[in-house]
Structure formats: structure tokens, C-alpha cells
């Protein structure tokens, strides 16, 4: 319980919330970002392909 109190009422803990949640976002936005290439680019293949 003494763990949680400092890690939401000190300086070291704030940060160490806001740093977790940083990552955690960054981690959901390059997941996105790389799905959403990957479909791009496997369509672009295809409509390459079917031209050929």
C-alpha cells in the first residue's frame, strides 16, 4: 500500500506514470502505423500484380 501512495503523491512516481503511459502510447500508435502501411502496401502489390 506504501508503494502506491508514493507512486501517485511523489515527484519520482508522477513521473514514473507519465513516462509508462508515454511508452504504452507509443507502443498503440507505431502498431497502428505499421498495420496500416502493411495493408497499403500489400494492396499496392496487388493492384502491381494484376496489371502484370
Known amino acids: 500500500m506504501h508503494a502506491l501512495k508514493d507512486l501517485f503523491t511523489t515527484d519520482v512516481g508522477l513521473m514514473s506514470i507519465g513516462g509508462i503511459a508515454f ?3 507509443m507502443g498503440v500508435f507505431f502498431v497502428r502505423y505499421f498495420f496500416k502501411h502493411m495493408e497499403e502496401d500489400g494492396a499496392r502489390a496487388a493492384a ?3 496489371k502484370h
Open 23 to 25: 511508452m504504452i502510447g
Open 48 to 50: 502491381a500484380s494484376a
